[in-house]
T-cell receptor
Framework: AQTVTQSQPEMSVQEAETVTLSCTYD???????LFWYKQPPSRQMILVIR??????QNATENRFSVNFQKAAKSFSLKISDSQLGDTAMYFC??????????FGTGTRLTIIP | GAGVSQSPSNKVTEKGKDVELRCDPI?????LYWYRQRLGQGLEFLIY????????KSGLPSDRFSAERTGESVSTLTIQRTQQEDSAVYLC????????????FGQGTRLTVV
């Protein structure tokens, strides 16, 4: 079974600074997808970014980028120029073909004005 | 509708009663998930439906919990003889297929057992 670990329960950073959220996972699969989801206080889960395991290039979406280290089974999320609206719970997730989407325990991120 | 719809949005029930939670996925989505999220906690997997395949029920915490899905449409999560520890937000998500595509989440049903 796949497992996803987020070792930082809470983080805080000043507005406009850069913050990195960590995620590691364990799998015997060679091809899979990794995701970061955001859950603001409104409770609505939103996809932030996705990475395909067979692609070496790290995914980027505007201020959000990942550092995907397949051998180390690590998938961190970097948020640049952080904004107050980035305050939320962030969940790392893993999916292999025909299997369920597995989430980590989350990191609560607070952006300080 | 445009998104995943869950009803009711809030439910208060007495301990020992049965409850049914409903999820309407996005039309055409073959995959459907149920998760439980206790206050301030992460997402706990409950059950996964994928097309006509047998559902993955490995996350259901006890035989009081069951879920059904009619084809590729509505799903119902039933909790029998509710207990106070069942109090949580129940989230439903759907996805176009079983592979890499994004899972779209509903707003959840907040269940409170008193």
């Amino acid at each position: 079974a796949q497992t996803v670990t987020q070792s930082q329960p809470e983080m805080s950073v000043q507005e406009a600074e850069t913050v990195t959220l960590s995620c590691t996972y364990d799998t015997s699969e060679s091809n899979y997808y990794l995701f970061w989801y955001k859950q603001p206080p409104s409770r609505q889960m939103i996809l932030v970014i996705r990475q395909e395991a067979y692609k070496q290039q790290n995914a980027t979406e505007n201020r959000f980028s990942v550092n995907f280290q397949k051998a180390a089974k690590s998938f961190s999320l970097k948020i640049s120029d952080s904004q107050l609206g980035d305050t939320a719970m962030y969940f790392c997730a893993f999916k292999a073909f025909n299997e369920k989407l597995t989430f980590g325990t989350g990191t609560r991120l607070t952006i300080i004005p | 509708g445009a998104g995943v719809s869950q009803s009711p949005s809030n439910k208060v029930t007495e301990k020992g009663k049965d409850v049914e939670l409903r999820c309407d996925p996005i039309s055409g989505h073959t995959a459907l998930y149920w998760y439980r999220q206790r206050l301030g906690q992460g997402l706990e997997f409950l059950i996964y439906f994928q097309g006509n395949s047998a559902p993955d029920k490995s996350g259901l915490p006890s035989d009081r919990f069951s879920a059904e899905r009619t084809g590729e449409s509505v799903s119902t999560l039933t909790i029998q003889r509710t207990q106070q520890e069942d109090s949580a937000v129940y989230l439903c998500a759907s996805s176009p297929d079983t592979w890499n595509t994004e899972a779209f989440f509903g707003q959840g049903t907040r269940l409170t057992v008193v």
